[in-house]
């Protein structure tokens, strides 16, 4: 089998990464006693042993240079009925933290309330990758919540998971 031809420009690359599924997370901390956050769909597990996840930024982002001087960082796992809070988060014209319901730690971690799973977490070291940096974290600590089915993002649209009826 061979991949279709399609010519390699950005917008055709975007769609071709679209067609990878993944969730969604609001990586969000406490910065001089300002909310800071953002989506991201980027985020993967990395290791047990040290606990260490990652996500990608694009280099280009305004928010993550203030992000990252957290102490901790929170991070939520969005469930699928966060939509509205994916895209506040997203959104660079307005105040995306506006009718979102969050809790914080002492060490200031923001959590958006309602999500699947919380954890805290230490940015370790940040890589160059293209456009974007990879960024490393040890997590200091985590929750699980019930039953909370994930967002996921696919061709550019938030879509839930389809539960299988037994």
Known sequence: MTAAAVPFDQ?????????????VVALCAVVG?????????SFVTV???????AFCVQRTSTTWPRLRTGAQLGISVLGEDHQDAARALAAKDRDRFAGLATRSTEAGALFVEGASMWMEAVVTE????GDHDIV???VSGFEIAGEIAPMVFHGSKFRRLVQESE
């Open 126 to 129: 940040e890589m160059p990758a």
């Open 47 to 53: 290791s047990l042993d040290p606990p260490l996840v």
């Open 33 to 41: 006693g300002e909310y800071v956050g953002m989506a991201a769909s």
């Open 136 to 138: 490393l974290m040890a």
């Open 11 to 23: 917008v055709a690359l975007r769609r071709a990464y679209g067609r990878f599924p993944s969730g």
